[in-house]
């Protein structure tokens, strides 16, 4: 990349490109070069369930020496979702803290204190707080998560606060395994996780799909 992206924005088409070792050095350096001279830069990473947000935000973050903080992190308690009756479509937007995540993206956008984010355990399918410190040092903060470009309140402040959001694209096969084989690994039987993978993460990974356009690069899996 010689320049960087432009804000995203309704009816604009980002750029598409393949995701692949080079790809990922050279966002790395065009992050650095964007943000020389910031004293503080976020960058996104969205796309649908499944789609390795976790594992190129880490990868960035190891190249940056950058922290990563989880979305997922702000997932509602699984006591809270049952008594709300939400527990059967843990994942979709209602079943977060929304709009404490804004106000935590609020808090990291600018570098005036220590900031204490939240992780998801997926053992104990629960969200633990103050796991992930965030310091007035640290320029660039990678922020990953499924809604960061969904158009409905409060998910649609979020675009404003971020420099730069790039989109995992991956094809809808292998994102649905990826999530089959996940829950399968923290306790749900095959038929269980295949139900749950069709029935909730498939309605929540259309919903993503369809803020891809709001995003600044679109990064497609290298499969």
Not at 113 to 126: E, K, L, Y
Not at 185 to 197: C, D, K, L, N
């Amino acid at each position: 990349m010689n320049s960087g992206p432009t804000a995203g924005g309704p009816g604009r088409i980002p750029p598409v490109v393949p995701r692949s070792t080079a790809v990922m050095c050279d966002l790395a350096t065009w992050i650095v070069e964007r943000s020389a001279g910031c004293d503080r830069f976020l960058l996104g990473i969205a796309g649908p369930p499944g789609s390795g947000k976790s594992t190129v935000a880490h990868e960035l973050g190891a190249q940056l020496g950058a922290p990563v903080v989880p979305m997922d992190g702000f997932h509602l308690s699984n006591e809270l979702l049952a008594a709300c009756g939400n527990l059967d479509v843990k994942g979709a937007p209602e079943t977060f803290a929304a709009s404490d995540f804004v106000e935590l993206v609020r808090r990291l956008r600018q570098p005036t204190r220590m900031v204490s984010c939240p992780v998801f355990d997926r053992a104990a399918d629960q969200p633990v707080a103050d796991q992930i410190q965030v310091v007035p040092d640290d320029v660039v903060v990678i922020i990953e998560g499924n809604y960061l470009l969904l158009d409905e309140p409060p998910w649609s402040s979020l675009p404003n606060l971020f420099d730069s959001i790039v989109y995992l694209d991956v094809p809808a096969e292998l994102r649905l395994q990826r999530l089959v084989d996940r829950h399968v690994q923290f306790g749900r039987t095959s038929a269980g996780a295949e139900e749950f993978v069709y029935r909730s993460d498939a309605r929540n990974s259309a919903l993503v799909e369809a803020s891809r356009e709001r995003a600044d690069l679109v990064v497609a899996a290298d499969t």
